[in-house]
Structure formats: C-alpha cells, structure tokens
C-alpha cells in the first residue's frame, strides 16, 4: 500500500518537473542559440555543446541512479524499485546514444572527423554497450524475479568497473594520440555558462519527468500482467468446476 | 572450515571432469589455434607486421578462448541439473564462486601457457629476457578475466541464448583487462623498461581486487532466488 | 513440518500457482497429484528453496523460507526430475561429492550400506555417464539414505523406476517417516503412492485442494 502511496506522491509532483524542464530547455535554448556569443576559437559550432553536455551528464547521472536502485532492489526487493531501473536503463540508453551522435556531429567540423578514439567518446561508447547489455539480458529471462536480480547485479558490476574503464582508455589515448585533439582545456566563457547551466538542469528535470512517467506505466503493466494471470486462472477454476 | 572445503571439493571435481572428459582444455586449445591462424591469414603477416598486433592477436584469442571455458564452467553443471544442487548448498554460496574461479583461472592459465611457445615459434619472437614478466601479466590478467568471467557464467547459464549473451555482457566489462594486458605485453616483448608499463600492472592487479571482492559478493544473488 | 500461506508463482503472462495453502505435519507423507503444467515442480523448487514465490510465503521446520533458507537446505533433500549426479565421476565419487558439499561426510561402511541398499553395489566404479535413468534414480535416492533429511521432496519419484527400485523407495520413505520425517512427493502413478501416502491433493490451475487418499485410484481422477 505504501506503494500506491509513492506513486500519488509521484503523480502529484511529476507536473512540476515536466514543466519545469519546459522552462529551462527553453531558457536554455534561447540563451544558447540566440542570447549568446558564438565561441572564439570554435564559431557557431560551439553551440551543439549545450545539448550534448547536458545529455552525456545526465546519461550518467541516470546510470548512478540505475545502479543505486539495483543495490536498494537487491536489498529490499520492492518490485517498483526494479521497474524503476528498467525504465532508468532504458532512458539513460537513449540519451547516451544521443550524447554519442551529438559527440561525433560535433566532433566533425572540430577534428574533421566523425569518430576518433577520445578518451570520454570511448568510455560513452563502452557504458552504451553495457546498458544495451542489460536491456537485452531482461529481455532473455522467463522469470520476472530473475530478471530483477540479474538485471541488478550486472548493473551493479557495470557501475563498479565504469571508472576503471575511464581511467584504463585514458591512459591508452595518451599513450597513443597527441594531446592537441583533446577537448581539455578548452576554457567555458560565463557567456557560455548561464545557457549551459540552465541546459543541465532542464535535462535533468526531463530526464526525471520521463523516469516517473515510465516507471508508472512499467508498474501498471505488471499489475494488469499480475491480474490477467488470476482472471484466467479464475475462469479455468469455473470451467473445471462445471 | 566447512567453506574451504567446499572449496576443495569444487576444484576436486572440475579438475577430474576436465581429466576424464578433456572437453574443455582441448576445444580451448584448438579454437585458439584456430584463430591464431586466421588473424595471421587477415593481416599477411610478416615479421615486422607481427611485432606491431602481437599482443593484441594474443589477447584476442585468450579472451576468446577464455569464454568458451568460463561458458563450459557452469553449462557443465546443467547436466542432470546439477546447478540446483549447487544452489542448494547449505553454505554462502561465495565458496562455490572461489572454487569454480580457482578451476577456470587454472584451466585458462594452462591454455595460455600451451599457447605461448606456438605465438614465439610461428611469429619469432624473443622471449628470454621478459619471460618472468610476461608470466606475472598472464597471471593478473587471467585472474581478471576469470574473476569477473566466472560470476557471468552462472548469471548467463540460466537465461535464454546464453552462449551470445555471455560475450556480450562480459567483453565490455573487461575493456580495462584488456587494455592493460595488451599494453603491458607489448612492452614486455619490446623489452621496455618495466618502469614503462608497470602503471598497466598496477591496474590489472586492482582490478583482480575488485572484481575478486565485487563478484565475490555478487555471486550470492547470482545463486540465491 | 512443511507450511504453505497462500503461495503463488507467475512468469511473465503466465500464472503457474495461484494460491496454494497446505501444512504437511512430522512423520506424515502427502502425494501432490495434478494434470501436466499443473505447476506440481514449481511448488517443490520453492519448497526447495530454489525459486521465490511471487506471492505468500512458507516456513519448513519452523523456519522461514525466504530468511533460513541454508538452515532449511540443510535440513531438506529434494530429488528433482535431474538426478544431480555428475556424468564423469563414479558412484562413490558423487555421493562423496554431493555429501561434502552439505557438510556431510560419510565413512565408506555407510556408503558401501547405502549403495548395497539401493542394489548398486556392483556398479559403484562405474561412471554415472554409462548409468540407465533407473541406476541414477536409484544412486540418488542412495544420496538421500546419507543425507538422512528431516524434510524429503520427491519429484515424480517412480519415473524410470523397476518394481524392485519402487519397493526400495516406499521401504526409505516408511523409514523417513518412522524418524518423524516429512515427505512431500509429485506423482502420476496412484497405485504406487497409495501404500505410503498418508494424504493426496489435487494441484488444478494453480490451487490445491485435499482429496482422500482411498480415491487415489480412478484413472479420471485429473
């Protein structure tokens, strides 16, 4: 009961964050791409930042999330905590694809390539890989308590081994690419900043709008899943009894 | 006292399985060949081609062979559904995690070691000096991969297409194994100074910890409804 | 003692048990009977500890199933549809193996007793791999005889069974029970578990419900 608890709570405050995210992504956008300078050294394609850093911060953002709910599942087992991270994995899947293809858009015109071996692009591409992994490993499971438990686990290891890939392709770039591509010390102008700020927080508060929203509807499925179960086996009582 | 052994016992029965059956080494052993051979055919290698992949060629077949030995580790104990008795043990299921990594690090480490004169004869390396070095990366790095490899084997042994989900879910966790084993073996067959490529030894040998500790723990709710 | 509140187990769409509620008390054997899918595996993995209920919960020996779970598995045995032996290792091996992994360690008399027992004797070096699916049920069932568990799950246990096998098995359960055992097995076969049952159920979409053993005869019963 304390679930249905949870969720008017949920219910009653989600419209804020929704609106919320409407008014700093459109802060955001105007300040970005009309309100402010384009960069000295990068022109106006300096402005693909503001969508792409708020997206690979909220990306991982969302990945700690998922990686707090599988330890809080695996230590209480509320099934709303798992549907919780499945809809968490799946949202931070679709914005770290598209901090990737921003990456590589942006990365065009700057580097004059699509792709380069960038030491962050390589560590976006390989936590891509993992919650993929996770999405499909849910999908191969029978039982929806197995699915939970392994789901969680390989989330947990994932988020455990995410700084030691960082680091790992790290020290691989330096040792094998000149420091001249690297995005480092490119230095952020306060005109540059507000927009960006208000960017990361609208993200933020989208990327909470669309968790709420999807872990309800996750939720209601496996109520209806759960109901439909007793429904028939409820009617093929009556039948056997007639 | 009971945990070791248990322990014991695992280690026990992988070891005669594998000697009566020889399943695992032997497939182990010639996929590695296998591919050996065809990376040499992809790349046309020459002498001077081979120093430069080397090392990488090396840990791609390791790893790969490495997964059809941690797949068999616990697809073995589908048999007669061994795995539930298994997960009936009585006990913390971590001993039965430290038994199986003990039997998959040996038995992939013996593949390694089998396979290394092959890579110095068909491709002319030089290998006396750094022998002692490269024995100490193969063994952080298999403790690595088997370490992780282990809990992914009995976590994919029970779901659907488990023989594609295993690599899919275990290649991209040991990237940093990976990196650093390849890293440190070209150093070592370079004959760096070791002061080179110790950073990349460093690295394995936290990782080992980690994921030692990380599965460790895991391996419970792998096992354990 | 075996204590079952309202247990139920889905996967996915599909509702195996919906809500099943049965006590089997010290030294009493009930048979669960039922149609095929009618969830009788299920309810013994979870008896077993080996899957978690969606709903309800269960106690067995007082303790509870989702929290003792390795002080019950230390007091249960469960002979599944697998005989959970090992293709390449011998009689003696498996026994010695499946024992030491529950703590258990017999003297080679005891062993040499049980498998004199089961009527395997001859065959102990043998690896299980050349083994019938009777020889293995039997070599089980030998595993049980040293386990001496106060709980006993049986899953279709005279499956792949001779006549010879079956008495063997009714003569270890009689035993389990003279020991204030519990025993709860799965069948088909009425006229084999009508001797040792002391009460049946019916396992029909997902519910149970007791029926007298002296019906367990006619061949319309499921």
Redesign the interface.
Known sequence: MTIHRVIRKVQRFQGWFGSGAALCLGAGLYLGLIGSPADYYQGEVVRIMYIHVPLAHTSLIGYTVLALGSLWYLWKRDPIVDNMCQAVAALSAVFTALALGTGMIWGKPTWDTWWTWDARLTSFTVLLLILVGYLMLRTFVDDPEKEARYGAILAIVGFVDLPIIHFSVEWWRTLHQPQSISMRGVSISSGLLVPLVFMSIGMSLLFSYMLMVRTQLLYLDRLLHAKKGRLLSQFHLSKSDS | M?SF??IR?IV??DF??EL??RETISSMVFFALIVILIFSFSFSMDQQAAREVIAGIMWVAFAFTGIIGLGKSFSSEL????L?????????KGAIYLGKVAANFAFMFLVEILLFPMFVILFNLEVVEGISILLLIFFLATLGLSA?GT?FSA?TV????REV?LP??LL??V??VM??AV?ATKGALNGDPLAMYE??LK?LA??DV??TV??FW?FE??M?? | MIACHGIGKSYGHFQVLHDVNLTVAEGECFALLGPNGAGKTTLLKILATLERPSTGHYEILGMHGLKDKDAIRANLMFLAHGTHLYDELNAKENLAFALALRGQHPTDLEVKQALDRVAIGAFTDMKVRYYSAGMKKRLALAKAMLAKPKILLLDEPFTALDTAGTDILREYVRERLSENGTVLLSTHDYDKTRPIAGRAGILRHGALEEIAVEALMSDDLV
Not at chain 2, 84 to 92: F, I, N, R
Not at chain 2, 158 to 161: D, G
Request: net charge negative; aromatic share 12%; glycine share 0%.
């Open positions: 009971t052994n248990v016992w026990w029965k005669v399985t009566r059956s048999q007669n559904d061994c539930e008795a298994l997960q009936m043990v009585p006990e913390a992780i809990l976590l029970q779901i659907r297409a989900m899919i879910l991209p966790l990237v940093p990196i650093a890293e950073q990349w690295l936290v990782y980690v994921f990380v599965s895991m709710f792998v354990d409804s």
